[in-house]
């Protein structure tokens, strides 16, 4: 059974920093790119991140680029996610997923789509006062 669980979420002030975890279980975790993605109430699931298997690759919307970074540790299986320069617009539940594209050399916007990724984990709540 394939299990994703985040942690190290929690309330920050603006400007603050957090790093997000996702523990892997249940799958050969290497074969897998992995994401970050959002959300707020109300609103859609939104990307935030990616990382192809080898951690080579690493893609970020644009509301995040040179504020976030996604990494991962292939030994542990755990993906992260540091966040600095937060804003009350980053707030909302964060979600890590596992995806495994049929072919390695799909374009980067299919990291963007969550309807492409396989496994999901619970979430992590982050809020950001101002």
């Known amino acids: 059974q394939v299990q994703l669980v985040e942690s190290g979420g929690g309330l920050v002030q603006a400007g603050g920093s957090l790093r997000l975890s996702c523990a892997a279980s249940?799958?050969?975790?290497?074969?897998?790119?992995m994401g970050w993605f959002r959300q707020a109430p109300g609103t859609e699931r939104a990307f935030v991140a990616a990382?192809?298997?080898?951690?080579?690759?690493?893609y970020y919307a644009d509301s995040v680029k040179g504020r976030f970074t996604i990494s991962r540790d292939n030994a542990k299986s755990t993906v992260y996610l540091q966040m600095n320069s937060l804003k009350p617009e980053d707030t909302a539940v964060y979600y890590c997923a596992a995806v495994r594209p049929r072919d390695y050399s799909v374009p980067y916007y299919y990291y963007y789509a969550h309807k492409n990724y396989q496994y999901w984990g619970q979430g992590t709540q982050v809020t950001v006062s101002s």
């Open positions: 249940g799958l050969t975790f290497n074969n897998y790119a």
């Open positions: 990382i192809t298997w080898s951690g080579a690759n690493t």
